[in-house]
């Protein structure tokens, strides 16, 4: 179970006393997380997530609660965090920054439809266009990404170097240069939530019931957001490899569209974001299957994935190009 910091019963609530969330009844540790510390705690008032954050620089925390505040004053389905009777926001609990928010109602999805995936669409797009008079640099950008990928080629990705490498340095040169295509400083900018995969979202029924999970939400490409969730929501993974599922990828696609058209650098540059969206996620579990690799109790997710999902974008770099 990914609690990287345990928690008594006594010690959460005393915790939760300082709310004015009613009497401590239950709390269980949450073993889907792999960066920080949630228990779902039961009060008479409610139920709701505690956190402990267990990666980043404290200081970004006011840009998580103000952004999760703007983006619930925007009407989305955000867990946006509970002050205490002093109006306090951010805590600390055994040494480490401390959220309490509710816990928003719904189930994540493993086998999506189209019409979920039409939602979020529809609710990115909403998303980057909330208006929060925001920015915050992303720590796992772009430059951080190639860089990475490029010292990894040595040890572990030695065998793949003989396709990775290439794709690399065009990646590179898109970013520095852009070669044929548009800049990619052209591209359309918001704070995109960086990390939008199935894990992250809730349903009920096809409605999208609760965007969560936002420690990766930064200023960036809004492109970049969209290629992070179809390499996780519209890729089918069936013998006799990897491929894009068209009808869940147009749903996704033309729903965002129909609130905000892409622009045509962003149709340029859409077969380079997918892969550049790939390895992001490729690289960064990576690092932390190579950093905890042994140890028990932590959620370690396959790097394998995205190093599939890598591949078919950079071996079909058209497969979606008719779809934006």
Same mark, same amino acid.
């Given at each position: 179970? &990914?609690?990287?910091?345990?928690? /008594?019963?006594?010690?959460?609530?005393?915790? $939760?006393?300082?709310?004015?969330?009613?009497?401590?009844?239950?709390?269980?540790? $949450?073993?889907?997380?792999?960066?920080?510390?949630?228990?779902?705690?039961?009060?008479?008032?409610?139920?709701?997530?505690?956190?402990?954050?267990?990666?980043?620089?404290?200081?970004?925390?006011?840009?998580?609660?103000?952004?999760?505040?703007?983006?619930?004053?925007?009407d989305l389905p955000v867990p946006f965090v509970i002050t205490? #009777?002093?109006?306090?926001?951010?805590?600390?609990?055994?040494?480490?920054?401390?959220?309490?928010?509710?816990?928003?109602?719904?189930?994540?999805?493993?086998?999506? &439809?189209?019409?979920?995936?039409?939602?979020?669409?529809?609710?990115?797009?909403?998303?980057?266009?909330?208006?929060?008079?925001?920015?915050?640099?992303?720590?796992?950008?772009?430059?951080?990404?190639?860089?990475?990928? @490029?010292?990894? @080629?040595?040890?572990?990705?030695?065998?793949?170097?003989?396709?990775?490498?290439?794709?690399?340095?065009?990646?590179?040169?898109?970013?520095?240069?852009?070669?044929?295509?548009?800049?990619?400083?052209?591209?359309?900018?918001?704070?995109?939530?960086?990390?939008?995969?199935?894990?992250?979202?809730?349903?009920?029924?096809?409605?999208?019931?609760?965007?969560?999970?936002?420690?990766?939400?930064? /200023?960036?490409?809004?492109?970049?957001?969209?290629?992070?969730?179809?390499?996780?929501?519209?890729?089918?993974?069936?013998? =006799?490899?990897?491929? @894009?599922?068209?009808?869940?990828?147009?749903?996704?696609?033309?729903?965002?569209?129909?609130? #905000?058209?892409?622009?045509?650098?962003?149709?340029?540059?859409? =077969?380079?974001?997918?892969?550049?969206?790939?390895?992001?996620?490729?690289?960064?579990?990576?690092?932390?299957?190579?950093?905890?690799?042994?140890?028990?109790?932590?959620?370690?997710?396959?790097?394998?994935?995205?190093?599939?999902?890598?591949?078919?974008?950079?071996?079909?770099?058209?497969?979606?190009?008719?779809?934006?």
């Amino acid at each position: 179970m &990914s609690v990287f910091t345990p928690l /008594s019963h006594s010690e959460i609530a005393q915790f $939760v006393s300082r709310f004015d969330v009613g009497d401590f009844i239950d709390a269980q540790g $949450v073993s889907g997380g792999s960066e920080n510390t949630n228990y779902f705690v039961d009060c008479q008032a409610g139920r709701y997530v505690l956190t402990l954050v267990e990666r980043g620089p404290s200081a970004d925390l006011p840009f998580f609660i103000k952004l999760l505040d703007c983006l619930h004053t925007a009407d989305l389905p955000v867990p946006f965090v509970i002050t205490d #009777r002093d109006g306090v926001a951010l805590h600390s609990l055994k040494d480490k920054p401390a959220l309490l928010q509710p816990r928003l109602s719904g189930q994540h999805v493993e086998h999506v &439809s189209a019409d979920q995936c039409a939602a979020l669409g529809q609710m990115l797009a909403r998303l980057h266009q909330s208006a929060c008079d925001l920015t915050r640099h992303s720590d796992r950008g772009p430059q951080w990404t190639v860089h990475k990928a @490029l010292g990894l @080629l040595n040890d572990p990705w030695q065998k793949h170097r003989s396709w990775l490498e290439p794709a690399l340095l065009q990646l590179r040169d898109w970013l520095e240069f852009s070669g044929d295509h548009a800049p990619a400083q052209t591209l359309p900018t918001s704070i995109i939530h960086g990390d939008l995969f199935r894990d992250n979202v809730l349903f009920q029924g096809n409605t999208i019931s609760g965007v969560i999970d936002f420690y990766n939400a930064a /200023s960036g490409w809004q492109l970049f957001d969209i290629a992070v969730c179809v390499n996780d929501w519209c890729i089918d993974n069936a013998d =006799p490899g990897f491929t @894009l599922n068209r009808e869940r990828t147009r749903a996704l696609l033309s729903a965002y569209a129909g609130q #905000r058209p892409f622009s045509d650098a962003e149709q340029r540059g859409w =077969p380079s974001m997918l892969q550049l969206a790939a390895l992001r996620f490729w690289v960064s579990r990576q690092q932390y299957a190579l950093a905890h690799k042994g140890q028990t109790g932590i959620l370690i997710k396959d790097p394998d994935y995205f190093h599939q999902v890598m591949k078919m974008h950079v071996r079909n770099p058209a497969l979606a190009t008719d779809l934006l």
